[in-house]
């Protein structure tokens, strides 16, 4: 499974956004993970808890939302999340793969002590 | 909507800063300059893709043996270990380079950029000369699907052999895929398999998925997989000779 990989590149791309200073106050980390992405967040959070051992960002919390798949009909604009991977709008028939979400893997947030913002 | 957190919430005051980093993000910018790369030197690409032992290989043997008078073909080859799918491919003279991904269950564009670099240090093989480059990725249908090669087409096979069940098993795979090759199909009168099963399947997934029938080891379905592939070359080409 490539949820090592994923984690890797969380951390990453914090080396990268934060300063030294944000990362010493980083107390959660909030990820937006859809469920078209093909993550498990479990997954996700056993591989966070295995590769951030002994590294800066070990006690730093992992939050993962779930965003359910969300698809628009091109014909009549209905919204809808596919039912048994059924990519076919339930209003009008029509196939549609215009997928509005659920297929995020994002770094949405991070929450950081207070400390920082005031100082 | 459900937020599952490994511990406790936050104590104290704290200050929420919004990041919105795509975590493919690194992946997608490489599989850019791979894409731009093969556009400078007119290589087509293809990221095929399966799971383990559904024939992309010996697809691989036999594509060759039928192209290898029309046009220039490499393969790069994605393993976890061994080079043994290489060693087949150089036996019917194609140039074969694998990477050995040393336990990762599927190639990120790095590691093919990576590949591309070291060959075109090696003066005994010239990528810039390559009308078609197949990637053939990891046996995995789940966490291929995630990662874009820079590719042109990517093409997924399912053997009937594997059941047909698989499209809306991993309908990421499917989601994200041009075309689905039925491989095995000499197979079909000893098998509970339906190929117009799998298709309708499948394209429920994705409408706009191409399906084409193959049996490799017969030769049935080959001639047509070569000429989707031929088709597909030539409509790149005059697209880049447009854009000159």
């Known amino acids: 499974m490539h949820e090592v990989s994923l984690v890797r590149s969380v951390i990453a791309s914090l080396d990268d956004a934060l300063d030294a200073e944000e990362r010493a106050a980083l107390e959660e980390i909030r990820l937006k993970v859809g469920t078209l992405s093909g993550v498990e967040p479990m997954l996700l959070e056993t591989a966070y808890g295995f590769v951030v051992q002994g590294t800066p960002y070990e006690g730093v919390r992992l939050a993962i939302t779930s965003v359910p798949a969300l698809v628009r009909c091109g014909t009549c604009a209905t919204e809808f999340t596919p039912v048994r991977q059924r990519f076919v709008c339930p209003a009008c028939g029509t196939p549609s793969n215009d997928v509005l979400a659920g297929d995020e893997l994002l770094i949405e947030q991070v929450v950081l002590a207070d400390s920082v913002s005031e100082s | ?244």
């Not at chain 2, 073909?73 to 990477?99: C, N, S, Y």
């Not at chain 2, 078609?132 to 995995?140: A, D, K, P, Q, S």
């Not at chain 2, 990662?147 to 042109?152: A, H, I, K, Q, T």
């Not at chain 2, 190929?195 to 399906?211: C, G, I, W």
């Open chain 2, 1 to 244: 909507m459900p937020q599952r957190t490994i511990n406790t919430a936050p104590r104290g005051n704290v200050c929420v800063q919004d990041v919105n980093v795509n975590l493919l993000k690194a992946n997608d910018f490489v599989a850019d300059l791979i894409r731009r790369r093969a556009a400078e030197q007119g290589t087509y690409v293809v990221n095929l893709c399966s799971s383990p032992g559904s024939g992309k290989t010996t697809l691989l043997e036999k594509t060759a043996a039928r192209l290898k008078d029309t046009l220039s073909m490499a393969v790069l080859v994605g393993d976890l270990e061994t080079e043994r799918d290489a060693e087949r491919l150089r036996k019917h003279g194609i140039p074969a380079f694998q990477i050995v991904t040393g336990g990762i269950c599927h190639l990120e564009a790095q590691m093919v950029l990576q590949a591309l670099d070291s060959l075109d240090a090696d003066d005994s093989f010239d990528l810039a000369g390559v009308d078609l480059l197949v990637i053939e990725n990891v046996g995995n249908l789940v966490c291929p699907a995630s990662y874009d090669l820079g590719e042109d087409l990517r093409a997924t096979l399912i053997a009937t052999t594997e059941g047909d069940d698989k499209p809306k098993k991993y309908p990421r795979m499917f989601l994200t895929s041009d075309l689905m090759v039925v491989t095995k199909t000499d197979l079909l009168p000893y098998l509970p398999f339906s190929v117009e099963a799998v298709a309708k399947d499948a394209r429920e997934v994705n409408h706009d998925l191409d399906v084409l029938e193959v049996a490799s080891i017969s030769d049935e379905g080959v001639d047509a997989w070569c000429d989707y592939l031929l088709t597909r070359i030539e409509a790149k080409r005059a697209a880049l000779a447009e854009a000159v």
